[in-house]
């Protein structure tokens, strides 16, 4: 006799709600981009990266719909992934708490970064930020754009483990 489910729907559920979740998101911030007007920070971009690394790993993860051991690796790479945003938007808190006169200069774009310093030094010194990092352009219910994704980034890393704990 099997034994019956803690949860009310499948893993492959789980992990469609996930990339659902993350193509929302992704969609806000374009929306907050073409229709508001907020242009996206290098830190921004890579945030939106993850989000998107994370959305495929959680399709990929629906679409293959591995057994115990897989649905065990999804979750680390998904959570491993989403780490690593927390950490990007982590960094990105931390250069809008620092006060404005604390706060680096602000830097070239994305583009010329990556093409001009190359992959490694050009995302060591998007990572280090630039003052445009740290200016706050948009909040919704008193948190701005990196308190959302960092909350998204961790709950994203918990529904995967949740999701790999499934029948």
Same mark, same amino acid.
């Given at each position: 006799?099997? !034994?019956?489910?803690?949860?009310? @729907?499948?893993?492959? =559920?789980?992990?469609?709600? *996930?990339?659902?979740?993350?193509? *929302?998101?992704?969609?806000?911030?374009?929306?907050? !981009?073409?229709?508001? *007007?907020?242009?996206?920070?290098?830190?921004? =971009?890579? !945030?939106?990266?993850?989000?998107?690394?994370?959305? +495929?790993? @959680?399709?990929?993860?629906? /679409?293959?719909?591995?057994?115990? &051991? #897989?649905?065990? +690796?999804?979750? $680390?790479? &998904?959570?491993?992934?989403?780490? =690593? *945003?927390?950490?990007?938007?982590?960094?990105?808190?931390?250069? !809008?708490?620092?006060? %404005?006169?604390?706060?680096?200069?602000?830097?070239?774009?994305?583009?010329?970064? /990556? #093409?001009?310093? #190359?992959?490694?030094?050009?995302?060591?010194? &998007?990572?280090? #930020?630039? $003052?445009?990092? $740290?200016?706050?352009?948009?909040?919704?219910?008193?948190?701005? +754009?990196?308190?959302?994704?960092?909350?998204?980034?961790? +709950?994203?890393?918990?529904?995967?483990? %949740?999701?790999?704990?499934?029948?």
């Amino acid at each position: 006799m099997k !034994q019956a489910s803690r949860f009310p @729907f499948s893993r492959r =559920i789980g992990n469609l709600v *996930g990339f659902v979740a993350c193509a *929302g998101l992704i969609a806000a911030a374009y929306y907050l !981009q073409l229709v508001r *007007g907020v242009e996206p920070c290098p830190l921004c =971009i890579m !945030q939106r990266v993850a989000m998107a690394a994370t959305g +495929i790993a @959680f399709l990929v993860a629906t /679409l293959h719909h591995p057994g115990r &051991i #897989g649905a065990w +690796i999804y979750a $680390g790479l &998904i959570s491993a992934v989403t780490l =690593i *945003g927390a950490g990007v938007a982590g960094r990105h808190l931390w250069l !809008q708490y620092m006060p %404005a006169d604390k706060r680096p200069a602000c830097g070239p774009g994305l583009e010329y970064l /990556l #093409g001009t310093f #190359g992959p490694l030094e050009g995302m060591r010194r &998007i990572l280090h #930020g630039s $003052g445009e990092c $740290g200016n706050v352009d948009f909040t919704l219910l008193g948190l701005s +754009i990196p308190h959302w994704t960092f909350l998204a980034f961790i +709950i994203f890393a918990v529904w995967a483990v %949740a999701s790999a704990l499934r029948d």
